[in-house]
């Protein structure tokens, strides 16, 4: 039976934690993360989780605890956000090289400098080839459910690999929302027992991790990690669809609202989509044929599946909270760009950045862009393809 | 030995049988050789204790010659051999001397 609260999103993330009772948790605060494992702690203090709870001096240390103890053979989570997550660049590669399913929530934050501690992709999107599976949650409720599914996903033994939960820092970690929390029991039977394939801990069989690589066998290790993210798509199908029923919530690769007919559509990841879908309901009250498309699984991106879905659009526009600095576009532009590649009739496509730092994304927003696309469906022409907006000069 | 394709290699690249060193010959690294005197030996079996590979024979008890596959001489048997009458049963000599 399901409970309805009112709960923020760290509180709703830190409660698919508790229910899934993780073995080995090490784990160092940064705001907007904090509030997740400030509460996770308080769990392990009262008693209510039997997780091991390392408190570390940083967040390298708290991802080299975290791969320690997934390799010793336990059920790891950790969370972070922004300089965190960039601190523990170093080790992220070394989860998903040592194929260590550890589940991470990222709050996401802006990257220093100028130091800022508010929403945005930047941090995420840096660490996105770092071999971790990426699901995106637009609010308190998805990054809940993604939470739980998450150790399904990365723990399924086809995969093995780690899988971080991105929320919106502040704008979904900090706001109360209505939220449906599944009982302990559902939580616990859904994602099982967790068993190390091989497991540093069993003496019996020893097992050694981390050894020296050279060119004779490096690259059939990295061959192998490139089949295993092939696998990953549908992977992530098959347990959301086991989620939908104990949840009655049908989650897939991406979201699609209103795109199956849609002649212009918005692309973008988290709690601006929701904004956006506000402003589609406007322009179709109005006769236009607007739609969106919300990326769920962000890595590995669903290119195949994400192209067939767009194809049929006159005009896109791909909106990103992070800049890819050097690389021309924003980093959800580059790839929604990669997956129409292959088809010769294809849609227009332009890039907005927007909400960077926390800078909130209006309804206004929504609307200037799509009458954008609607102007470039009927003549054809685009004058800037990259813009960033809300922002003043 | 047959290299083995990305398809039978073990995730992550663990190793599952322990004691594996022996397979992995790190002899071409060396750049000096010890050599042993057994004139100046002592049999005190420093270097076989020393060693942190598996370059000192031992033969019944007693000290026999190096095996070099696993040399990568590092020294450190030089160092702490002891010797007899202030002359060391093993030194060192740069490699194609």
Not at chain 1, 180 to 191: I, K, S, T
Not at chain 1, 204 to 210: N, Q
Not at chain 1, 211 to 234: C, G, N, T, W
């Amino acid at each position: 039976m399901a409970k309805t609260v009112a709960a923020t999103g760290n509180e709703a993330v830190a409660n698919a934690l508790r229910q899934v009772n993780p073995d080995v948790s090490a784990a160092y605060p940064i705001t907007p993360a904090t509030d997740i494992m400030q509460r996770f702690t308080g769990f392990v203090s009262n008693g209510k989780v039997k997780t091991e709870m390392i408190l570390v001096e940083s967040e390298h240390s708290a991802m080299s605890g975290c791969i320690g103890a997934s390799a010793g053979g336990g059920r790891v989570m950790t969370s972070t956000s922004s300089q965190g997550l960039a601190l523990m660049w170093e080790m992220l590669f070394i989860a998903s090289g040592l194929r260590l399913p550890i589940v991470m929530s990222i709050v996401n934050r802006a990257l220093s400098a100028p130091l800022n501690i508010h929403g945005d992709h930047s941090d995420a999107m840096g660490a996105r080839d770092s071999g971790w599976i990426q699901l995106w949650s637009e609010n308190a409720q998805e990054a809940y459910d993604n939470t739980i599914q998450a150790f399904r996903i990365g723990e399924h033994m086809d995969i093995r690999l780690p899988v971080m939960v991105c929320l919106d820092g502040f704008i979904i970690s900090h706001s109360i929302e209505r939220i449906d929390y599944l009982e302990d029991e559902e939580v616990r039977n859904f994602v099982g027992e967790f068993r190390q394939v091989n497991p540093l801990l069993d003496i019996e069989h020893p097992v050694s991790y981390g050894p020296l690589i050279l060119p004779d066998y490096y690259m059939e290790f990295r061959k192998a990690q490139e089949e295993v993210e092939s696998k990953v798509s549908k992977v992530v199908s098959d347990v959301s669809k086991d989620f939908e029923k104990i949840s009655g919530r049908k989650y897939r690769l991406f979201e699609t609202y209103m795109l199956d007919d849609a002649e212009v559509g918005l692309v973008v990841l988290n709690s601006a989509a929701g904004t956006s879908k506000d402003v589609i309901d406007e322009f179709r009250n109005r006769g236009i044929k607007a739609g969106l498309l919300k990326p769920r699984l962000y890595r590995p991106f669903p290119y195949r599946e994400t192209g067939e879905a767009l194809k049929h659009l006159k005009a896109i526009c791909v909106l990103d909270r992070a800049d890819a600095f050097g690389g021309s576009y924003g980093p959800v532009f580059i790839d929604i760009s990669t997956s129409l590649y292959p088809y010769r009739e294809k849609p227009i496509l332009i890039n907005k950045i927007y909400g960077l730092g926390g800078r909130d994304y209006l309804p206004e927003h929504a609307e200037l862009v799509l009458n954008e696309l609607v102007e470039i469906a009927k003549t054809e022409k685009v004058t800037t393809i990259k813009e960033y907006i809300g922002v003043r000069g | 030995m047959k290299l083995k394709n990305w398809r039978e290699l073990t995730p992550g690249a663990v190793i599952l049988e322990a004691g594996n060193a022996i397979e992995f010959k790190t002899g071409s690294w060396r750049s000096f050789r010890p050599i042993w005197k057994e004139e100046y030996c002592i049999q005190c079996l420093f270097c076989w204790l020393y060693c942190p590979d598996m370059a000192i024979n031992v033969k019944d008890g007693k000290r026999a010659e190096f095996n070099y596959d696993y040399c990568k001489g590092c020294g450190i048997c030089a160092l702490e051999c002891p010797g007899k009458k202030g002359n060391k049963a093993i030194v060192m000599i740069e490699e194609g001397e």
